[in-house]
């Protein structure tokens, strides 16, 4: 067992708490996962109670590394839980829902009332299980860079109230993309009635069918971590 930790404090309790685990200073966003699982040898099994203020860019992480991730077991808000498992033609359907549908497969296992922590916070939580192994034939079919389908997500999600044909025009008048217009069955949808897999879809019409740079680990968390203070 190998825990990762900040507080120096925490590292303590840790530590004595369960002998024999290795405890590593670290900012849990700056962990090269791919490579802790070579180390490790074999996918790992992450289990947190994420900080409420990580806890997307976290899960973000794991999936710019989702081959070295056997599954996460991981407590958070329940909004972000909802967001993720959050179907199509839902409010709640969005970035989060696309990724984590395509490179896992993301069940919330059960609730958690405020009155379980201490101190309470203002919000419920929510243990959702994210199984990366389960999803790693599809990650191989996906046939995009992560880095396009992030584009497009992030593009049309931010106009969410608007149709695809006009959320889209920006990057379809590139010279750079394959198309300049959209087919007929996508042009007058708006995001949140398009399924994930149709995501991929469009981004392969529009940036064309790419692997996956093997060492670039940046797509879904952007290029920068926190500042690790001492």
């Given at each position: 067992?190998?825990?990762?930790?900040?507080?120096?404090?925490?590292?303590?309790?840790?530590?004595?708490?369960?002998?024999?685990?290795?405890?590593?200073r670290?900012?849990?966003?700056?962990?090269?996962?791919?490579?802790?699982?070579?180390?490790?040898?074999?996918?790992?099994?992450?289990?947190?109670?994420?900080?409420?203020?990580?806890?997307?860019?976290?899960?973000?992480?794991?999936?710019?590394?989702?081959?070295?991730?056997?599954?996460?077991?991981?407590?958070?808000?329940?909004?972000?839980?909802?967001?993720?498992?959050?179907k199509?033609?839902?409010?709640?359907?969005?970035?989060?829902?696309?990724?984590?549908?395509?490179?896992?497969?993301?069940?919330?296992?059960f609730?958690?009332?405020?009155?379980?922590?201490f101190?309470?916070?203002?919000?419920?939580?929510?243990?959702?299980k994210?199984d990366?192994?389960?999803a790693?034939?599809?990650?191989?079919a996906?046939?995009?860079?992560?880095?396009?389908?992030?584009?497009?997500?992030?593009?049309?999600?931010?106009?969410r109230?608007?149709?695809?044909?006009?959320?889209?025009?920006r990057?379809?008048?590139?010279?750079?993309?394959?198309?300049?217009?959209?087919?007929?069955?996508?042009?007058?949808?708006?995001?949140?009635?398009?399924?994930?897999w149709?995501?991929?879809?469009?981004?392969?019409?529009?940036?064309?069918?790419?692997?996956?740079?093997?060492?670039?680990?940046?797509a879904?968390?952007?290029?920068?971590?926190?500042t690790v203070?001492?």
């Amino acid at each position: 067992m190998v825990g990762i930790e900040l507080d120096q404090r925490a590292m303590r309790v840790l530590a004595q708490s369960v002998p024999g685990a290795t405890v590593v200073r670290s900012d849990v966003l700056l962990v090269n996962y791919t490579r802790l699982s070579e180390l490790r040898g074999g996918p790992l099994s992450i289990v947190s109670n994420l900080p409420f203020h990580v806890a997307s860019q976290l899960l973000f992480t794991l999936a710019d590394h989702a081959d070295g991730v056997r599954n996460a077991h991981v407590i958070l808000q329940q909004e972000v839980a909802q967001r993720i498992v959050a179907k199509p033609n839902s409010k709640k359907y969005g970035i989060p829902s696309v990724v984590f549908q395509l490179y896992a497969d993301p069940k919330i296992l059960f609730h958690l009332p405020p009155t379980a922590y201490f101190p309470r916070p203002n919000v419920m939580t929510s243990y959702l299980k994210l199984d990366f192994e389960a999803a790693a034939e599809r990650r191989k079919a996906l046939n995009v860079d992560p880095r396009d389908l992030r584009n497009l997500t992030n593009t049309v999600f931010r106009y969410r109230r608007k149709m695809m044909s006009n959320s889209l025009s920006r990057i379809l008048s590139c010279h750079t993309t394959l198309i300049n217009k959209l087919p007929e069955e996508y042009a007058k949808l708006r995001p949140e009635q398009i399924e994930p897999w149709e995501f991929v879809h469009l981004t392969q019409l529009i940036f064309g069918k790419k692997e996956f740079p093997k060492y670039f680990r940046r797509a879904w968390r952007g290029e920068f971590g926190r500042t690790v203070r001492d």
